[in-house]
């Protein structure tokens, strides 16, 4: 039996295959194995080296060997940061061994740009944030303000419209835009859960549900325009002047705020108008006045109960850091609290000394439990730190290397230039690519430009870093142009087409009140009208 079933080679198993595939096999995993390594990420993933071996072998520019290889380094950088061929913050980590390698800066000098004092304002205020987030003060915060927009005017749309849009733009104030998007759209989709869907809903209705995702998510970068920690925008641009002009005075918190806020407010009212025209219909409150009563807003808040005392010391520390943050540099004939230490101290120092607090203070619910425990913290955006890290670290890279002075001899073309058109047409361009990549990369790539343009132009440097740091916040018209759209655009409430006909007044309104403040209160605020 045994000699007859070699012969034959056929075998008794009634599981084997009745052909060979052993070959076919081998073929269809070469295949596959081949396929996956020929993708447009693992294009995209050596289009970073290839540009930079490219530009180091053609490219000759009029200034040091340095100057090249920052430039070549930039291209690399942001070939993977458009293209996210590899995670934005192993690629924002990358100064950290191409600048030695391509000798434009020693290991120790780009370390430190990972940690300074914006970064340190960066952290305090994030684990303030999630503390806000973990005992739901925006909740309690958003339920109240609608409960009393109910009180004074029942179901007026605009009003109800405002107190939500409000709410988000304060929260977004005092944290990080997208965080202060994804605090407060639960809670307004949880308001919305109470009127109708499908066939039965009426237009009104309709409209009303779409003006509220809108005005949350745009809200929320809005009101990040106003102070330092609202965006990581804000925080590039400020440590990016500090790299590059040591010697200026720095950009604390209240000098940004007392310009950041005027011009936070012209746009947030802008927003409001054009929702309002576009989305509040008069038969919108009457349609609305069946479905959203105060007994039901009063329920929620009964359910979230009084105060608890962890709640309110969360708040109370929030509060003393913003006091801190308004007054350690007031003017130059009233000093603030900073003069105390000599001017050792920074915006940071009281974001971290606060934050310190929430570990220490007790939350009393527990018996040895504190405010904020370090599990609580796992959620800080490190993207973001190592982003402005890598930010800070190509502006010193850029001025330290020699292209700077290079970028400055090419652009002379633009020395006469008038500023009024220079300003509107550098936030329009900013603004508009800004909605295919991310408003941070953005920055990070034009305000080094800027500056050199600025100085061939003569002109302040702040005259055209600030509008195109602000205009890469205008990112309004596409569900991919920040991390807030898409939180919006998951909900389906809105289409594509709103994000447009929405965003597209809100973004010249946008650059109109950027066009129009920063020539006269920019002057009076940042000084731009002295001499540097």
């Not at 808040?301 to 943050?325: C, R, Y």
């Given at each position: 039996?045994?000699?007859?079933?070699?012969?034959?080679?056929?075998?008794?198993?009634?599981?084997?295959?009745?052909?060979?595939v052993?070959a076919?096999?081998?073929?269809?995993?070469?295949?596959?194995?081949?396929?996956?390594?020929?993708?447009?990420?693992?294009?995209?993933?050596?289009?970073?080296?290839?540009?930079?071996?490219?530009?180091?072998?053609?490219?000759?520019?009029?200034?040091?060997?340095?100057?090249?290889?920052?430039?070549?380094v930039?291209?690399?950088?942001?070939?993977?940061?458009?293209t996210?061929?590899?995670?934005?913050?192993?690629?924002?980590?990358?100064p950290?061994?191409?600048?030695?390698?391509?000798?434009?800066?020693?290991?120790?000098?780009?370390?430190?740009?990972?940690?300074?004092?914006?970064?340190?304002?960066?952290?305090?205020?994030?684990?303030?944030?999630?503390?806000?987030?973990?005992?739901?003060?925006?909740?309690?915060?958003?339920?109240?303000?609608?409960?009393?927009?109910?009180?004074?005017?029942?179901?007026?749309?605009?009003?109800?419209?405002?107190?939500?849009?409000?709410?988000?733009?304060?929260?977004?104030?005092?944290?990080?835009?997208?965080?202060?998007?994804?605090?407060?759209?639960?809670?307004?989709?949880?308001?919305?859960?109470?009127?109708?869907?499908?066939?039965?809903?009426?237009?009104?209705?309709?409209?009303?549900?779409?003006?509220?995702?809108?005005?949350?998510?745009?809200?929320?970068?809005?009101?990040?325009?106003?102070?330092?920690?609202?965006?990581?925008?804000?925080?590039?641009?400020?440590?990016?002047?500090?790299?590059?002009?040591?010697?200026?005075?720095?950009i604390?918190?209240?000098?940004?705020?007392?310009?950041?806020?005027?011009?936070?407010?012209?746009?947030?009212?802008?927003?409001?108008?054009?929702?309002?025209?576009?989305?509040?219909s008069?038969?919108?409150?009457?349609?609305?006045?069946?479905?959203?009563?105060?007994?039901?807003?009063?329920?929620?808040l009964?359910?979230?109960?009084?105060?608890?005392?962890?709640e309110?010391?969360?708040?109370?520390?929030?509060?003393m850091?913003?006091?801190?943050?308004?007054?350690?540099?007031?003017?130059?004939?009233?000093?603030?609290?900073?003069?105390?230490?000599?001017?050792?101290?920074?915006?940071?120092?009281a974001?971290?000394?606060?934050?310190?607090?929430?570990?220490?203070?007790?939350?009393?619910?527990?018996?040895?439990?504190?405010l904020?425990?370090?599990?609580?913290?796992?959620?800080?955006?490190?993207?973001?730190?190592?982003?402005?890290?890598?930010?800070?670290?190509?502006?010193?890279?850029?001025?330290?290397?020699?292209?700077?002075?290079?970028?400055?001899?090419?652009?002379?073309?633009?020395?006469?230039?008038?500023?009024?058109?220079?300003?509107?047409?550098?936030?329009?361009?900013?603004?508009?690519?800004?909605?295919?990549?991310?408003?941070?990369?953005?920055?990070?790539?034009?305000?080094?430009?800027?500056?050199?343009?600025?100085q061939?132009?003569?002109?302040?440097?702040?005259?055209?870093?600030?509008?195109?740091?602000?205009?890469?916040?205008?990112?309004?018209?596409?569900?991919?142009?920040?991390?807030?759209?898409?939180?919006?655009?998951?909900?389906?409430?809105?289409?594509?087409?709103?994000?447009?006909?929405?965003?597209?007044?809100?973004?010249?309104?946008?650059?109109?009140?950027?066009?129009?403040?920063?020539?006269?209160?920019?002057?009076?605020?940042?000084?731009?009208?002295?001499?540097?």
């Amino acid at each position: 039996m045994n000699s007859e079933h070699n012969t034959n080679g056929v075998s008794d198993d009634l599981k084997a295959p009745l052909l060979p595939v052993q070959a076919t096999t081998m073929e269809t995993s070469n295949g596959a194995s081949l396929m996956s390594i020929f993708t447009p990420k693992s294009f995209f993933i050596l289009l970073g080296p290839l540009l930079c071996t490219l530009i180091c072998l053609f490219v000759k520019l009029d200034g040091p060997v340095t100057s090249r290889n920052m430039l070549a380094v930039l291209a690399w950088m942001f070939a993977w940061w458009i293209t996210e061929a590899v995670p934005m913050p192993i690629t924002s980590m990358s100064p950290l061994f191409l600048f030695p390698l391509f000798g434009i800066a020693s290991a120790d000098d780009v370390a430190h740009s990972y940690m300074d004092d914006v970064i340190s304002l960066v952290l305090g205020s994030f684990i303030l944030a999630l503390a806000v987030e973990h005992y739901n003060i925006h909740r309690r915060l958003a339920l109240n303000v609608n409960y009393l927009d109910l009180l004074w005017r029942s179901t007026e749309s605009p009003l109800l419209l405002l107190g939500i849009c409000a709410t988000t733009a304060f929260v977004s104030m005092w944290m990080h835009n997208v965080a202060a998007a994804l605090m407060m759209m639960p809670v307004a989709t949880g308001i919305l859960q109470r009127l109708p869907s499908g066939p039965t809903r009426s237009p009104h209705v309709d409209k009303f549900c779409r003006a509220v995702v809108l005005g949350v998510l745009y809200s929320a970068a809005v009101g990040g325009m106003s102070t330092l920690t609202g965006t990581g925008v804000n925080l590039i641009l400020v440590g990016m002047w500090k790299s590059y002009f040591p010697e200026a005075d720095p950009i604390s918190f209240n000098t940004w705020f007392f310009f950041g806020f005027p011009l936070a407010l012209l746009v947030f009212f802008a927003l409001w108008a054009i929702l309002c025209c576009l989305y509040c219909s008069r038969g919108a409150g009457p349609a609305l006045s069946a479905y959203l009563d105060k007994s039901s807003l009063r329920r929620e808040l009964q359910m979230l109960g009084p105060m608890a005392f962890a709640e309110k010391m969360v708040l109370a520390v929030f509060s003393m850091l913003i006091v801190l943050w308004m007054t350690r540099s007031i003017t130059d004939d009233v000093p603030g609290w900073g003069a105390l230490f000599n001017g050792r101290v920074g915006d940071g120092t009281a974001s971290v000394m606060m934050a310190t607090l929430l570990f220490i203070i007790p939350n009393k619910k527990q018996k040895g439990e504190k405010l904020m425990d370090w599990n609580k913290c796992k959620k800080l955006p490190w993207n973001i730190v190592l982003l402005l890290g890598a930010g800070f670290a190509i502006a010193a890279g850029v001025r330290s290397s020699g292209l700077a002075d290079v970028l400055s001899k090419a652009l002379t073309f633009l020395e006469h230039a008038p500023y009024l058109v220079i300003a509107p047409a550098v936030c329009l361009i900013s603004s508009t690519v800004t909605e295919f990549t991310s408003n941070n990369s953005t920055t990070t790539l034009l305000v080094p430009l800027l500056i050199q343009v600025a100085q061939t132009m003569h002109v302040h440097p702040l005259l055209l870093m600030v509008p195109g740091a602000i205009g890469a916040q205008f990112s309004y018209l596409l569900p991919t142009g920040t991390p807030s759209n898409v939180v919006g655009f998951t909900t389906g409430h809105i289409e594509i087409k709103d994000m447009i006909k929405t965003g597209v007044p809100l973004k010249i309104a946008g650059i109109a009140a950027l066009s129009l403040l920063m020539p006269s209160l920019g002057a009076y605020v940042f000084g731009t009208n002295k001499e540097m």
